[in-house]
């Protein structure tokens, strides 16, 4: 579970069923469990108005759950880059009183929300809950590149190859958090690396 | 005394009446210098000096915040209020000096939204004349809809449509022209914000409807400045101060309060903006909660109280201050 640390560390609440017509789910792995637990709060005929779209991973599990929600549309995607293209449609044509739903890990949320944004909804609007993997996103302040599911820290920048202290300093706007170079002054200076973000 | 607030010492420039019930003031500043900057949603606070009463009551600015050598404020006759309205129908005139608070804005754009749909009510058209101007001036994307009870009173419909065109929806009550309020909301792009001002009960209908079709709250911006009500005289015991005092009839509590020599911070009068809300010790009887500022739970719990628009019935209220 996410700690608030700094005001800009984003915490994770737990789905709740918002009122309107229009409920869109977005959700990786173990996300999929978010929204069956909110199942049951949900009222009847919540998911007839519902569209899902789950990115199962490696262990293609929780899909048959999903399935027996009876949502209006269930979208299965391999990956989140390959879903973007038709998140960024549906939010194009969406009209107010579609409801934001995310569920799953932070790189999912964050890159979710990101596209959320851009398409005018406030990130106080969106229902986020945060379930399995601690991996980050984080993109290296100096050379700004993005390096995907970090574990470690400090972490090896996969662009410039500098060894960064991963803060809890994140970005909306970039779906990151931010990767400081940790020795700087002295590259021999190499502190050990653990693996803290599971 | 008026939190974050300084006033500005403005003479009367125009009066201007625009229909049978509504009359339009000019302000100027009386050493020649510009207002200072508004946002479009901004209110004043206007001083009555009435012989040896002083009322104080908000309303919306209404001009271009591009244009800052006046300020204009639109007032709606109220023949059964407590005198507000009246006295500046009837007594104020071009020339007379009074003194106004600087701007405040408890409605402002969000002007991260994608669209602005307003809806105003009556007289609530007034801060959409400055929202409007303001977005028209940046090329922002806006719709208002606005009901009148007849043409007549349909207050600056006229200038709206000529200047905004098919922007601009009129609704009549006495031609049983409605608002379509679901569809309308129902058919808004992503990242539309709503606005409503006008009567409580509009109000509340756009919300209610709004937070069914799944609107969330933070995309809803409303502002009703409630008129403090006259209402049966009370007593009641400020017991920071160690003082009594009776709110009469036609007096608001946080009028008498102020006649009682205590100062209580406050802002915009209307059970908007939360700066005068005060604590209850204790109280044996009725509050008449007229405000938008407390939770229903804190209405019923009897533990606050608006003081710039709400009242008490009853035997004993007991307050911190």
Not at chain 2, 23 to 39: A, I, K, M
Not at chain 2, 299 to 311: E, F, L, N, T
Request: with cysteine; charged share 20%; proline share 5%.
């Amino acid at each position: 579970m996410a700690a608030k640390t700094i005001i800009s560390r984003p915490i994770y609440g737990t789905l709740s069923p918002q009122s309107g017509k229009h409920h869109l789910f977005i959700a990786d792995a173990e996300g999929a469990l978010a929204i069956t637990d909110m199942a049951r709060k949900a009222p009847p005929g919540f998911f007839d108005g519902a569209e899902i779209n789950f990115i199962p991973g490696l262990e293609g599990k929780h899909i048959a759950a999903l399935e027996a929600l009876k949502p209006a549309q269930l979208h299965i995607a391999p990956s989140f880059a390959s879903l973007l293209p038709r998140l960024k449609q549906t939010l194009t044509n969406a009209h107010m009183g579609l409801r934001l739903y995310l569920a799953g890990t932070e790189g999912l949320i964050g890159q979710a929300m990101q596209a959320a944004l851009e398409a005018g909804i406030d990130h106080t609007s969106i229902e986020t809950e945060h379930r399995g993997s601690l991996a980050r996103r984080m993109q290296c302040v100096h050379c700004k590149g993005i390096t995907e599911n970090v574990t470690t820290q400090p972490a090896l920048c996969s662009h410039c190859g500098l060894l960064l202290l991963v803060r809890d300093h994140y970005s909306r706007r970039l779906a990151a958090f931010q990767g400081v170079c940790i020795n700087a002054e002295d590259r021999s200076e190499v502190p050990p690396m653990e693996e803290i973000f599971r | 005394m008026s939190t974050g607030t300084t006033k500005l010492n403005v003479v009367v420039s125009d009066v201007v009446p625009v229909n049978e019930l509504v009359t339009r003031f000019h302000f100027r500043r009386r050493d020649g210098e510009l207002l200072p900057t508004f946002s479009g949603g901004a209110h004043v606070v206007v001083e009555m000096r009435d012989g040896n009463r002083t009322r104080l009551n908000p309303y919306s600015l209404m001009g271009s915040p591009l244009d800052t050598r006046e300020y204009t404020i639109s007032v709606r006759r109220d023949d059964a209020g407590r005198g507000g309205s009246l006295f500046m129908h009837r007594q104020v005139k071009p020339g007379l000096e009074m003194v106004i608070s600087y701007p405040v804005n408890l409605f402002s754009l969000d002007l991260r939204a994608k669209k602005h749909l307003m809806l105003a009510g009556g007289i609530g058209i007034t801060p959409f004349m400055a929202q409007t101007s303001q977005l028209a001036g940046a090329g922002g994307n806006f719709e208002l809809h606005y009901t009148c009870r007849t043409a007549s009173l349909g207050t600056y419909a006229d200038v709206l449509q000529q200047r905004y065109g098919n922007r601009v929806r009129l609704y009549h009550d006495d031609r049983e022209e409605r608002i379509d309020l679901d569809r309308l909301l129902s058919s808004q792009p992503l990242g539309t914000h709503l606005y409503v001002c006008g009567p409580a009960g509009m109000i509340n209908w756009v919300r209610d409807r709004a937070a069914a079709l799944g609107w969330p709250p933070e995309t809803v911006h409303f502002e009703h400045f409630a008129a403090p009500q006259p209402g049966a005289p009370f007593d009641v015991t400020l017991a920071v101060s160690g003082k009594t005092i009776r709110v009469g009839e036609q007096q608001s509590l946080l009028e008498a309060i102020e006649t009682a020599g205590v100062d209580p911070p406050y802002l915009c009068r209307g059970g908007v903006c939360g700066q005068c809300e005060t604590n209850v010790i204790s109280s044996d009887g009725k509050f008449i909660h007229n405000d938008h500022w407390l939770s229903e739970e804190d209405h019923r719990s009897g533990c606050k109280i608006m003081p710039c628009v709400s009242r008490f019935e009853g035997k004993s209220l007991v307050l911190e201050r």
